[in-house]
């Protein structure tokens, strides 16, 4: 069944929620990449949380009209409206007030929310309109989606993903570093604009599949699990944008091979899902990759104990480095240091003394610097300073020795 699904063989309907959900997971991921740099996530939720208003006000106004309330154009229309109005708000106390953007966040988040719900248990009450299963643009509903609905969502996704190529660069430049872009000349307050109108557009895009409470994680959580495997920005966005798609897609399949399972959510789940996998295994930035790099360093820290207690013959005590010893054939069974123990230790021990005439010498200051017990000195300084260094402290000379 699921096998069917994720190889659209289960219907019309279902096919067309798959496609929909892959291109607005795209669209998704690749914006929020941006809101991700900029340290803006959470503007995201104010956005997403003030579309509800309009899409009750719209449904209000069309079945006054005479109209079927539940026409997707007319909600994510009225959506749209109600987003620009919440992100004009909160544009605007930012900039003329003390609050700070998180407060202002916080505010425009609970009032349009608080608002959508009154207007929601309003038309609850109604006698027309249809307005049975229109709470589903809280969470998504994608029952019954239609050959137009599903248009809607892919054309929304395609013009924001054309868009987002026509400002990359500058929007790049701005959420790295927006003073730089205004030294540069670029409008830097309507980049910002132009990146928050970006993000009520896949907002009120991915209303119908996602819903405006959950549609925050497909724009966050792909950006962000894309972050753990590289450096570039160019790559997160790519990455995150084929993370956000195949969340879409794998989350709409599921959904699908089980008809009581929603599929906003399952999404969501399907996204974390690969956070966690990235968190743990990413090779560079994951949780595992911290763990074998703590315990690699851990060796070398005892491996670096063991040589120096060697050349200064002193006793060794800890058994993780006479492992460690024994292991690299620097030592053998009775404790006793092997020919190349010894001269690994009498390396070990010059340099510290070449490291404490280089941390006492202020025309070293620079190399001192990098000093942290473990680094080779043939790294940081040259042939000739070593054998001056050398000169300095007597002994063997070169930067062998």
Known sequence: MIVDALLLQLGYNATLVALGATLLGISAGVTGTFLFLRKRALVSDAISHATLPGVCLAFIIMVGMGGDGRNLIGLLAGSAVSASVGLLCLSWLTRHTRLAEDAAIGVILSVFFGLGIVLLTVIQTMSSGRQAGLEGFLLGSTAGMLWADAMVVAVGGAVVLALILLLRRPMTLVAFDPEYAAARGLPVDRIDLAMMGLVMAVTVVGLKIVGLILIVALLIIPPVTARFWTERSDRVVLLAGLIGGFSGYVGAG??????????????????????????LLAPNRGVLAAVLGHLRFQRRVHLRQGLLALAQSQPIYENLTLRLLRRADLVRADGVATETGRARAAKALRDEKRWEVVRADQAHEAAAALYDGLRDIETVLTRDQIVDIDARIGGPQGVGA
Not at 261 to 272: A, D, E, N, W, Y
């Open 254 to 279: 599921l959904s699908a091979s089980a008809p009581n399972l929603p599929t906003g959510p399952i999404i969501v789940l399907v996204g974390f899902t690969c956070f966690v996998i990235s968190l």
